[in-house]
C-alpha cells in the first residue's frame, strides 16, 4: 500500500509504522509524476516546505489532511505557475488583486479570489474563496508545470507545529507518511506567505503578514483592513478557546516579557534578537541576527526555534523583535507559538 494512502486509515497514530529505511526523496520529474497520479510530496518554496498534492483531485488532497493530522476547516493554498493563470482557479479578480499580482507574483503572496467551481470543497474547507500563490521558487514552479495542474499545499509539518525550512524538517516530522520529498535547499524567507482578501464593498483585508509586508502592499493599493486574532502573551483572552495555538515546538516557548520576579526554571534556552550580553541564566542562547536583521532573523526563525527544542528544555525564552517591515509578521507568528502566561515554576511541561 502506498504510504500516502496508509494515513488514510481510522486511528492513524494506531498504524504499526512501517519503518523507511531513508527519507524517501524524490527527483522533480518523480515528483511530478507522483502528483499526476494522485500522491502528496513535499516541495521546496521561498517560503517554507510545502505538502503538494494535485489541487483538482479531492482524494489526493485528503491525504494531505491525513498525513499532516489537519483539520478540515483550515483551508489549503493552491500554487500555480504564473499569474497568467489566476483564471484558471479564480472565477472573478478585482482590479487591486491584479495590480498585486502583476508587482508581486511570482513571492511570497496569497489572494484569495472567489474561486473556481472544479476547485474541490476540501481544499477551501467549503468557503467560496480559495487562495492562490505563485511561488518563487524555480523547482516549486517547475514541479507544477511538469505535472500539469494546480497543487494545493500547506505547509510541509504537523498541524500546530513549526513550519520547516530544509528538505530535513519535512523527513523528520513526515518522511513515514508521505510519497516523496524534494530537496531544494533552505527556504529563501523561511515564513509563511503574506494572505490578502478582497471582501466586496470593503477594504482589501490582510489575513496574515509576511514577507509581503503591509507598508508595501498600502504603497501599492492604499487603504488595507487588518484581521489578526492572535492573543498578545500576557493578557487575559476574552474568551476560552480563542487561544490562536499554531507553530508550536514540543517545549514551551514564551515571547514577551519575562516578569521581573519570575524564576527560570533550570533548563531555559534563549532565542536572542540584536546585541546581547552574556546571560547566565540561560542554558544555550541561540541568536536570530546577532546584527538586527530583520530578515536574517525570519530566515532563521524556524530553524532556530527547532535547534532549540531538540535540547528538550523546560522553557524558549524569546527576546523581543521589532514590529515594522517584516517584523510584523515575525511577531505573529512568536505570538501564537507562546505560552499565552509566564508559567508557574515548577510548572512547564512538553507539548
Ligand atoms: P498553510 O499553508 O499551512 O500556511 O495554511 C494556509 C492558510 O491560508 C490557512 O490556514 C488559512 O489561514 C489561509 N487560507 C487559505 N485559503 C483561504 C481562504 N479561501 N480564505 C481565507 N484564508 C485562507
Ligand atoms: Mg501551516
Redesign the pocket.
Known amino acids: 500500500m502506498p504510504f500516502s494512502e496508509r494515513v488514510l486509515l481510522p486511528n492513524l497514530r494506531k498504524v504499526t509504522p512501517v519503518k523507511r529505511m531513508y527519507p524517501p526523496w524524490t527527483t522533480i520529474t518523480e515528483a511530478s509524476q507522483i502528483i499526476r497520479e494522485g500522491g502528496i510530496v513535499a516541495i521546496p518554496t521561498e517560503t517554507v516546505y ?1 505538502l503538494a498534492a494535485n489541487a483538482l483531485n479531492a482524494l489526493a488532497v485528503a491525504k494531505i489532511f491525513a498525513a499532516k493530522e489537519r483539520p478540515t476547516f ?4 493552491v500554487h500555480i505557475a504564473s499569474a497568467s493563470n489566476l483564471p484558471e482557479a479564480a472565477e472573478s479578480i478585482p482590479e487591486n488583486a491584479w495590480i498585486l499580482a502583476e508587482k508581486f507574483m511570482p513571492g511570497p503572496l ?1 489572494l ?1 479570489l472567489p474561486k473556481r467551481k472544479k476547485i474541490p470543497d476540501l481544499v ?1 474547507s467549503s ?1 467560496p ?3 492562490i500563490r505563485v511561488p518563487d521558487h524555480p523547482i516549486a514552479r517547475e514541479i507544477i508545470r511538469e505535472a500539469g495542474v494546480p497543487l494545493a ?3 510541509a509539518n504537523l498541524f500546530q507545529r513549526v513550519s520547516p525550512t530544509t528538505a530535513l524538517h519535512v523527513a523528520e516530522q513526515l518522511g513515514e507518511r508521505i510519497d516523496g520529498i524534494v530537496d531544494g535547499g533552505q527556504s529563501r524567507i523561511g515564513l ?1 506567505s503574506t ?1 490578502i ?1 478582497f471582501p466586496e464593498g470593503k477594504n482589501p483585508l490582510l ?2 503578514p509576511g514577507a509581503i509586508t503591509l507598508e508595501m502592499l498600502r504603497e501599492t493599493i492604499g487603504d488595507i483592513d487588518v484581521n489578526m486574532s492572535s492573543s498578545e502573551p500576557g493578557k487575559a483572552l476574552p474568551a476560552p478557546g480563542m487561544v490562536d495555538k499554531h507553530y508550536q515546538p514540543a517545549t514551551p516557548l514564551y515571547y514577551g516579557a519575562v516578569p521581573e520576579t519570575a524564576t527560570l526554571p533550570p533548563k531555559t534556552l534563549h532565542l536572542a534578537f540584536g546585541k546581547i550580553s552574556e546571560d547566565e541564566r540561560f542554558t544555550k542562547t541561540l541568536n536570530l541576527s546577532a546584527d538586527g536583521n530583520l530578515l536574517e532573523a525570519t530566515a532563521n526563525l524556524y530553524s532556530f526555534i527547532r535547534k532549540l527544542d531538540r535540547l528538550g528544555g523546560d522553557l524558549i525564552v524569546v527576546d523581543p523583535v521589532p514590529e515594522n517591515g517584516i517584523g510584523m509578521a515575525v511577531n505573529d507568528r512568536l505570538k501564537r507559538a507562546s505560552l499565552k502566561y509566564f508559567p508557574e515554576p515548577n510548572a512547564t511541561e512538553r507539548r
Do not use: H, K
Open positions: 510545502g483550515d483551508p489549503l493554498i496569497t484569495v477551501t468557503l474563496t480559495v487562495g499545499a500547506p505547509s509563511e494572505i482578501a489575513l496574515r
